[in-house]
């Protein structure tokens, strides 16, 4: 019997480790596998050849140089890409706003209410401040083509950080994009794109998905899902959109529906539409509030009592001086009458609630008074002056 149980345990030991080996093979985040092979479906990189370098325009032989340079010295595992605390914080109570499309002085773009895009001239591209999380199991998000001249290329897809910004997805190491002139798919080099699926152009809808627990990347174009692009891309990936000319993009990154039906009943945004911070209160929600009304009501009476009008301090002096001597004899009755009534004042103000606790009677608007300037009388000069004394003579006869 103790044999017995002790081959049981054994046996469940190794079964255990065993289950911890194939889920390990599953999760691994930074694209090494352990026993199961290499499933980097797609992304072999193509070598580099003069021939390829010769089918490239001078342009963009030296922007593939500059570029490769540039990761060269910047490789994905560089910075730190993970999602921090308190990002992860913010897009809790945020919810999908805590996304946007975070605009740079050295690309020739416009990002304006966090995800619409507007190109200008050049090459250039632009990522997300964020990327795709790893708490469920896909992520998508669309980008709808709001604008686009003929002649301008657009690249729709994912990338790592940091990605030279004068590139379009898909150009470069660790980066998917599908492009719109030929319909191809560029993955880690700009020589050759391999045929994936259709054009798009000025309405349609591309969308973009990510599974990473297999490093996936999928497409759609207008709520029609393509194959998969590529397998086994396990980085902090960004949504990425590029362009070499004028183009304008606008980005759903779950703020509204999809046009993807399946994202929509299995919620694959990248957070949900509203966190759980409170939103601010509408304007005009305090017009019910008596409160308010009431304190709104007495502050306007105090003001409207206590507001002297300005241009009265403008009138004729003569008008004000004649005013005040007629107030100065009236002065002497209205004493008297104000003294009988003091009285039934204070029975009315204690009646009348909303009164001001301090009443401010403006005061009567007097004329500014100027001094009159006497002119000094003209005396002798001092005893210690070298003026001569005659000049007191003179000044009496005159």
Same mark, same amino acid.
């Given at each position: ?23 390990? /093979? ?7 596998? *352990? ?16 021939? *390829? ?20 010295? /910047?490789?994905?595992? =560089?910075? =730190? ?18 996304f946007e499309f975070e605009w740079d002085i050295e690309t020739n773009c416009i990002v304006s209410s966090r995800t ?7 090459? =250039? /591209?632009?990522?997300t401040n964020l990327p795709l999380p790893r708490n469920q199991d896909v992520y998508y998000w669309e980008a709808k ?101 004028? /183009? ?31 939103p601010p209160p509408a304007y005009g929600a305090e017009a019910g509030s008596m409160l308010l009304e009431r304190g ?15 241009? !009265?301090?403008?009138?004729? !002096? ?6 005040? !001597?007629?107030?100065?004899? !009236? ?68």
């Amino acid at each position: 019997m103790d044999s017995s149980y002790t081959w049981i345990f054994i046996v469940g030991i190794v079964v255990f480790l065993f289950v911890i080996v194939i889920l390990l /093979c599953f999760t691994q985040s930074n694209g090494d596998r *352990l026993f199961l092979g290499d499933d980097t479906e797609g992304l072999s990189e193509i070598p580099e050849t003069p021939a *390829l370098l010769q089918s490239l325009s001078e342009d963009s032989r030296l922007s593939y140089r500059r570029a490769k340079v540039f990761q060269q010295r /910047c490789p994905p595992d =560089s910075i =730190s890409t993970d999602i921090t605390l308190s990002q992860y914080v913010s897009i809790q109570e945020k919810g999908v706003a805590a996304f946007e499309f975070e605009w740079d002085i050295e690309t020739n773009c416009i990002v304006s209410s966090r995800t619409e895009i507007q190109f200008s001239f050049g090459e =250039s /591209c632009v990522q997300t401040n964020l990327p795709l999380p790893r708490n469920q199991d896909v992520y998508y998000w669309e980008a709808k083509i709001f604008e686009k001249p003929r002649q301008t290329v657009i690249a729709v897809g994912v990338a790592t950080k940091p990605y030279p910004h004068w590139r379009l997805p898909g150009w470069n190491r660790h980066s998917v994009g599908y492009f719109s002139d030929t319909g191809r798919k560029h993955i880690n080099n700009p020589f050759q794109g391999k045929p994936f699926g259709s054009g798009f152009s000025q309405g349609d809808v591309i969308g973009v998905g990510y599974r990473h627990r297999t490093g996936t990347v999928f497409f759609t174009r207008n709520g029609r899902r393509l194959e998969d692009a590529c397998t086994g891309l396990r980085w902090n990936l960004f949504p990425t959109i590029g362009a070499n000319g004028p /183009c304008e993009v606008h980005v759903n990154l779950g703020q509204m529906g999809f046009v993807f039906v399946e994202a929509n009943v299995k919620k694959w945004g990248l957070a949900p539409i509203q966190g759980t911070l409170a939103p601010p209160p509408a304007y005009g929600a305090e017009a019910g509030s008596m409160l308010l009304e009431r304190g709104g009501r007495q502050q306007q009476h105090t003001i409207i009592n206590t507001t002297v009008p300005q241009h !009265q301090h403008y009138q004729n !002096q003569n008008q004000n001086q004649n005013q005040n !001597q007629n107030q100065n004899q !009236q002065q002497g009755g209205d004493i008297n009458n104000n003294n009988n009534h003091n009285d039934d004042d204070d029975d009315d103000d204690d009646d009348d609630d909303n009164a001001p606790l301090i009443r401010i009677r403006p005061t009567e608007n007097q004329p500014i008074r100027i001094p009159h300037q006497r002119t000094p009388l003209l005396s002798g000069p001092p005893s210690y002056s070298a003026i001569s004394n005659n000049y007191g003579a003179y000044n009496s006869r005159h």
